[in-house]
T-cell receptor, first 113, second 115 residues
């Protein structure tokens, strides 16, 4: 059973288009992290959202944490080929001192020039 | 800074062979993790460690063993490799401070094929 459902699994768009990736769960998390992974490398943290309703911006990327802390979204404005990669959301277990992460299956984004 | 270093980067094994994957981190992190990543499955936790000399099972521990004899090193062992263990293995580490906010730092992975 996947705790975090991420959609879409694949996204192929033209440069300049906007897109949104969704990360949904029936569980409440203490925080949620978004990672980006490029071929041949490990995931790298983009952002952590902590408070319900929180919105964080990272240049053209906007991250939002749902009010109930069960879901999150990533919106990219005017996508560029450099945005190509695998985007992973990961929920932080609120009951674990380990800070265990539960990963979604990922969204493979391809931006064509 | 090297961060998290995994060796080897690639390996091909025959069914039944054994091997050890090494993870080393130079950030003095307390927590270390081993994941496997399969197509369309995201990252799944195999084993983890909260400190030197301690290890615990994650989501998919069967067929793997781990050891953490030194704080900076976390070893993942396959005693008798099976084709189902063909995967990309990632090691990660994290500071003990502030459990909700600290990111996990990942190595670049070990690509393992079992024939």
């Amino acid at each position: 059973t996947q705790l975090l459902e991420q959609s879409p699994q694949f996204l192929s768009i033209q440069e300049g288009e906007n897109l949104t990736v969704y990360c949904n769960s029936s569980s409440v998390f203490s925080s949620l992290q978004w990672y980006r992974q490029e071929p041949g490398e490990g995931p790298v943290l983009l952002v952590t959202v902590v408070t319900g309703g929180e919105v964080k911006k990272l240049k053209r990327l906007t991250f939002q944490f749902g009010d109930a802390r069960k879901d999150s979204s990533l919106h990219i404005t005017a996508a560029q080929p450099g945005d190509t990669g695998l985007y992973l959301c990961a929920g932080v277990d609120r009951g674990s001192t380990l800070g265990r992460l539960y990963f979604g299956r990922g969204t493979q984004l391809t931006v064509w020039p | 800074n090297a961060g998290v270093t995994q060796t080897p980067k690639f390996r091909v094994l025959k069914t039944g062979q054994s091997m050890t994957l090494l993870c080393a981190q130079d950030m003095n992190h307390e927590y270390m993790y081993w994941y496997r990543q399969d197509p369309g499955m995201g990252l799944r936790l195999i084993h983890y460690s909260v400190g030197e000399g301690t290890t615990a099972k994650g989501e998919v521990p069967d067929g793997y063993n781990v050891s953490r004899l030194k704080k900076q090193n976390f070893l993942l062992g396959l005693e008798s490799a099976a084709p189902s263990q063909t995967s990309v293995y990632f090691c990660a580490s994290r500071s003990i401070r502030d459990r909700s906010y600290q990111p996990q730092h990942f190595g670049d992975g070990t690509r393992l094929s079992i024939l």
